[in-house]
């Protein structure tokens, strides 16, 4: 139950402001992060978009991975 509630307190951030949400998940200096402020410097919505669909299709890929590990 925490991952979810951590899940939407990102995606809420990533809607208010994209590179936010995407650093707390990613780290500062990663490729998402960089990706991610350089589309909302050029356009806002762009830089949402992009910060949701990280956060949603790669993050649900993770949890897949530690998943399997696990089990």
Do not use: K
Not at 5 to 15: K, N, P, R, V
Not at 36 to 64: F, K
């Amino acid at each position: 139950m925490a991952s979810r509630s951590c899940t939407f307190l990102e995606i809420l951030l990533a809607i208010i402001l994209p590179p936010l949400g995407v650093f707390l998940h990613y780290g500062c200096c990663s490729m998402e992060f960089c990706i991610c402020l350089l589309l909302t410097i050029l356009g806002y919505i762009p830089g949402i978009i992009y910060a949701v669909y990280v956060l949603v299709a790669l993050g649900s890929e993770e949890r897949d991975r530690d998943y399997d590990t696990l089990a």
